[in-house]
């Protein structure tokens, strides 16, 4: 898969999942459990909204393939090890595996990205 198309699909996801918390807290909390800080859940969303913007437009744009790579893959890795961390430590609900689950396939999606460029490069006569 084309690296800007892995790019935009996380941008979706993560305008989605940012911006949820953001316009229904309330459903938000039903499906992840409750907080205590509501604060940082939002900042979190607005964070995670603003990097799904940034490689959406970097995605639309085909622009600055290896900055979007490790903005995205480094968000993902990020976000994954917050997920199992703290799922482990029963501090958050186990539906955050889910989410683990997710960014672990945007991760996997870059990967494969990058080794499709390699190919496409090596095959393209000079």
Known sequence: MPWNIVAQCQAVY????GVWPLVHI????KVTGPKTDLWL???VGVLVTVIG????????QRSA?????????GSAAALTAIDVYY???RRIAPIYLLDAAGEIGLIIGWLASGRTQHSAEEQTPR
Do not use: C, D, N, P
């Not at 309330?26 to 909390?29: A, D, G, R």
């Open 65 to 73: 393939r290896k900055e979007m790579a490790v903005l995205a893959v």
């Open 53 to 60: 913007v940034v490689l959406g437009m970097g995605g639309a």
């Open 14 to 17: 993560y305008i989605v999942t």
């Open 87 to 89: 799922v482990a430590r």
């Open 41 to 43: 859940v939002k900042t």
């Open 26 to 29: 309330q459903s938000f909390l």
